[in-house]
């Protein structure tokens, strides 16, 4: 049985039980991965993750991951970054909207943080709908901040704070 994070509109956050990562990892088209770097990271990034369920017959539709990155030397300069994955069967039944505004709530609720945010791939407009669809705002673009398919590709910026949705 999962553990419910959040839940609303037919849709839910839960814990993955075992397997499900791998599963949801095997299923994904892969459209938006990003070129794999045999570099190591500066620091291992602690990534917390839930599983997005269609509450009215349990089928596994994705998943949300955040983790915490950083603006200055304290707490307070700190934010949740947060994506989001579905499976291509999943998509288009506005449980991307959903998921993000549940995440972005169970966030707010169980944490100190007073800013999300995410980004996407400048040419994923369904992904850009998603977010704003959830509450974020549309900052920037971070030019050529991925590698994919061996070519630089641009990102858009979306963030919240807690003020926006008080």
């Known amino acids: 049985m999962r553990r419910l994070l959040a839940s ?30 045999p570099r190591p990271t500066s620091r291992p990034i ?19 991951s955040w983790h915490l990155v950083s603006y200055g030397p304290t707490r307070a300069c700190s934010a949740w970054n947060m994506g989001i994955g579905l499976l291509p069967s999943a998509r288009g039944r506005g449980a ?6 549940l995440l972005v709530g169970h966030l707010f609720a169980t944490t100190d943080l007073d800013r999300l945010e995410a980004s ?15 509450g974020l705002l549309r900052e920037g673009v971070a030019r050529g901040a991925q590698l994919r ?9 979306y963030g919240v704070l807690r003020t926006d949705v008080a």
């Open 149 to 157: 398919g061996g070519e630089r590709r641009d990102m858009v910026l």
């Open 96 to 101: 991307g909207v959903a998921a993000l505004r």
């Open 46 to 64: 602690d990534l917390d993750r839930a599983v997005v369920i269609d509450l009215a017959t349990g089928e596994l539709l994705g998943d949300v």
């Open 8 to 37: 609303g509109g037919g849709f839910g956050l839960a814990e993955p039980a075992e397997g499900e990562v791998e599963r949801l990892r095997a299923e994904s088209d892969g459209a938006f991965d990003v070129d794999q770097d």
């Open 120 to 134: 996407t791939d400048a040419s994923n407009v369904p992904a850009q709908r998603a977010l704003a669809g959830a």
